[in-house]
């Protein structure tokens, strides 16, 4: 699947056209389907995604940033409510609180114009939070972590950020093997390419590992490959 067939669900019906790293695509907008509230993913969610953006075969998300775009294989097989998760918040498709207002937001992509908010060089980069934001970007709800074996948390493995109240809509994306987050974050993904994830996690940052310029996620788009 070429750049040209990203689909991106922004909560209506049609087609708009933009650039990514210089290459155009066209952004397919999703039907959205009956009014919800904001709740946990369940991994039926993913069913009715695909049918509101119009996609069949394997998921992947592009991921573009202000360092560089990263292609990401989704393992909707390993971690269905994690990447039924992703993929409703990136399209706008599921239904979000949003943590510094309080408003519920639909048909609102959840990653667009967000930042990664730290960057630790050799082992993980963090994103999904507003800019300047320090607390974490609460969705308003929180779903249980999805097993993945150790041998999964290796660099470019895309994965969920957790808590004691479980996962969210923050993720990180490693820079290095952490075997010691199996049993607390999902993996729910691969990407490449890795130079870009070490280009971010190397920024200049202060020592609570927060970049000192705006690493921007300019935006989020689900296709299938």
Known sequence: TSLGQIGVGLG?????AGLVAGGAYVARRASQPKVEG???????????????????????????T???????????????????????LATGLKPWKDSLTGATR????????RTFYRVVPGLVIQGGREPGQDAIADPG????????????????????VGDAGGNGAEFK????????????DTV??????LDVIATIAR??????????????ITMVAINAR
């Open 106 to 113: 639909r048909g609102v992509p959840f990653y667009d114009d």
């Open 203 to 216: 920024v200049p940052h202060d020592d609570l590992d927060r970049p000192r310029a705006p690493v921007k």
């Open 66 to 88: 202000s360092q560089g775009v990263l292609t990401c294989d989704l393992l909707e097989d390993r971690a269905p409510i994690a990447v039924a998760n992703f993929v409703g």
């Open 38 to 64: 904001v709740r946990a993913p369940v991994a039926a969610d993913l069913g009715r995604y695909r049918k509101a953006l119009g996609l069949t075969g394997p998921l992947q998300a592009t991921i573009a």
């Open 173 to 184: 994306l490693l820079d290095g093997e952490i075997p010691a987050l199996a049993g607390k």
């Open 12 to 16: 209506g019906i049609g087609a708009v």
């Open 141 to 160: 709800y929180r779903f249980a972590t999805e097993a993945s074996v150790a041998a999964a948390y290796v660099r470019g493995a895309l994965v969920t």
């Open 188 to 193: 729910f993904g691969r990407c490449t390419p």
